[in-house]
T-cell receptor
Framework: AQSVTQLDSQVPVFEEAPVELRCNYS??????LFWYVQYPNQGLQLLLK??????LVKGINGFEAEFNKSQTSFHLRKPSVHISDTAEYFC??????????FGTGTRLKVLA | EAQVTQNPRYLITVTGKKLTVTCSQN?????MSWYRQDPGLGLRQIYY???????DKGDVPEGYKVSRKEKRNFPLILESPSPNQTSLYFC??????????????FGSGTRLTVV
């Protein structure tokens, strides 16, 4: 069975500092991996996705993530955050059979 | 503009009064899905559809119905709403890569309150 674990429920970080949001998954088959962002009172928006090829994936708003098959991780990073990055971030995995599993989310709070 | 449109955005209803939340997408996506989002519980899938006339249960289907008569529309029906169905609901659609979801486009959400 697939599962997704987001290790941190909340991450506070100062503006212009780097940030890493952690995501680990378990699956016995090949997976597609995703990160979404949810701003207050809005739906989720796709940030980036790994389908195949290069393990370093670049997304919107300056975010990037690296697929690490040996560690079954897909951590999200940004070198310098802004106040506007304050939101909830969800990791997700798809591995066929029409199943799509979301993690429980990480609230990123950017402090001035 | 490529989008998923949900209506209504906000709905307050009484226990037992049937309601429908509509969802429509303009991207010709095969796959559509309904989720509910509750504090501390994350996103939980209610129902999904892989194509017209093909639907299946997600993780929390009790108390809900869906239909997929046309590719673009995927309404969520609550035949007899109860207070425990008070939640934030999202519709989402995606292309399929085989049986894998290619990446969702989400609607803006429907905040439902059942009193």
């Amino acid at each position: 069975a697939q599962s997704v674990t987001q290790l941190d429920s909340q991450v506070p970080v100062f503006e212009e500092a780097p940030v890493e949001l952690r995501c680990n998954y378990s699956s016995s088959v090949s997976v597609y991996l995703f990160w979404y962002v949810q701003y207050p009172n809005q739906g989720l928006q796709l940030l980036l996705k790994y389908l195949s090829g290069s393990t370093l994936v670049k997304g919107i708003n300056g975010f990037e993530a690296e697929f690490n098959k040996s560690q079954t991780s897909f951590h999200l990073r940004k070198p310098s955050v802004h106040i506007s990055d304050t939101a909830e971030y969800f990791c997700a995995v798809s591995s066929g059979t029409y199943k799509y599993i979301f993690g429980t989310g990480t609230r990123l709070k950017v402090l001035a | 503009e490529a989008q998923v449109t949900q209506n209504p955005r906000y709905l307050i209803t009484v226990t037992g009064k049937k309601l429908t939340v509509t969802c429509s997408q303009n991207m010709n996506h095969e796959y559509m899905s309904w989720y509910r989002q509750d504090p501390g519980l994350g996103l939980r899938q209610i129902y999904y559809s892989m194509n017209v006339e093909v639907t299946d249960k997600g993780d929390v289907p009790e108390g809900y119905k869906v239909s997929r008569k046309e590719k673009r529309n995927f309404p969520l029906i609550l035949e007899s709403p109860s207070p425990n169905q008070t939640s934030l609901y999202f519709c989402a659609s995606s292309l399929l890569a085989g049986q894998a979801i290619y990446g969702y486009t989400f609607g803006s959400g429907t905040r439902l309150t059942v009193v």
